[in-house]
């Protein structure tokens, strides 16, 4: 990858006092965690309508229960990789730094990121249908029922996380946005840039000034519109980065 591209971008870094991290399944790839489009992802053989939606979960909830605890599974046994880790440090030197996660896995927070936006939810939550309660993700595996119960009004539980189709929680994007109008750089990381909220997040950023970077190994709409394409794996070209801008 050009090496006068990254110092251009490590050199926007340096100066940075507000960072926007908007980052996709991809980052989290180094970790064992398939992708949703890649070969061998998520989708395999599974089309999303089939699984990650509200008509989906209304017509067979014990489905939609058994592939959430099967990727739970996944998940945890699962660990942060560099690419995680350069992100908490990118946190722990820069002053003001938001991160906004497509990814449901909690890679990041187990990386060290504080201040984080689960966009599409965490795997980590159940959520009561009625009353709203969220409850831990049940762990191990599945002894009767697979759709939980509400431990408050007995209602069936679901995991809580965004669906296709469904809408975002309120305040989860404003809070985003926010951070996107103010920031001097926007990175975003291992995103194919499909779903199309968290793209306008890094959009909005760039349009109202942020330096926006895009580290994929493959060309997305996003990298085309990029400041700084960095090409490759996350895992290595993030420690590449965060190594020039000496922080
Ligand atoms: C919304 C949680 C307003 C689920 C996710 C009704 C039915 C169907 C669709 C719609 C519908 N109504 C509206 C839509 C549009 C829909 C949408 O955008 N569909 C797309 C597919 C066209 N959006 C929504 O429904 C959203 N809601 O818009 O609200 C609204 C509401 C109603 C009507 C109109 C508007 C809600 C979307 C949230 C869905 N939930 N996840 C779960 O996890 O089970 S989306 C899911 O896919 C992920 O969370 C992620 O957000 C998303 C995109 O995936 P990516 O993260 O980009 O991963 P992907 O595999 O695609 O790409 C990986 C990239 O990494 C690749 O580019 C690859 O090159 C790169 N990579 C690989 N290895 C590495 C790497 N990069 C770096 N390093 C590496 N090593
Ligand atoms: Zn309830």
């Known amino acids: 990858m050009g090496g006068e591209l990254l110092d251009i971008a490590a050199a926007r870094l340096r100066e940075a006092s507000s960072l926007f991290v908007v980052t996709g399944a991809g980052i989290s790839a180094e970790s064992g965690i398939p992708t949703f489009r890649g070969a061998g992802g998520l989708w395999e053989g599974f089309s999303f309508q089939s699984l990650a939606t509200p008509e989906a979960f209304a017509e067979d909830p014990g489905r939609v229960w058994r592939w959430y605890r099967w990727r739970a599974e996944q998940y ?11 992100i908490a440090q990118m946190e722990a030197a820069i002053p003001e730094v938001l991160i906004a996660t497509q990814n449901v896995d909690g890679l990041h927070r187990r990386a060290g990121n504080v201040n984080v936006v689960e ?34 009004c007995t209602a069936a539980m679901r995991p809580h996380i965004l669906w296709f189709g469904e809408t975002y929680w309120p305040g989860i994007l404003e809070q985003a946005q926010a951070a996107a109008r103010q920031a001097d750089v926007c990175l975003v990381v291992g995103t194919s840039a499909q779903v199309w909220p968290p793209v306008a997040l890094a959009l909005h950023a760039r349009d109202c000034g942020a330096y926006l970077i895009d580290v994929n190994p493959e060309v997305t709409d996003l ?11 996350s895992g290595t070209v993030l420690p590449e980065l965060w190594e020039r801008v000496g922080r």
Request: net charge negative.
């Open 223 to 233: 990298s085309r519109t990029a400041d700084a394409h960095l090409i490759g794996p």
């Open 76 to 86: 945890g046994e699962c660990l942060p990789n560099p690419g995680h880790d350069v």
């Open 119 to 152: 966009l599409h939810g965490s795997i980590a939550d159940m959520r009561c249908v009625a009353c709203e309660r969220l409850a831990p993700f049940p762990q191990g595996a599945i002894v009767d029922d697979p759709v939980p119960r509400c431990a408050h």
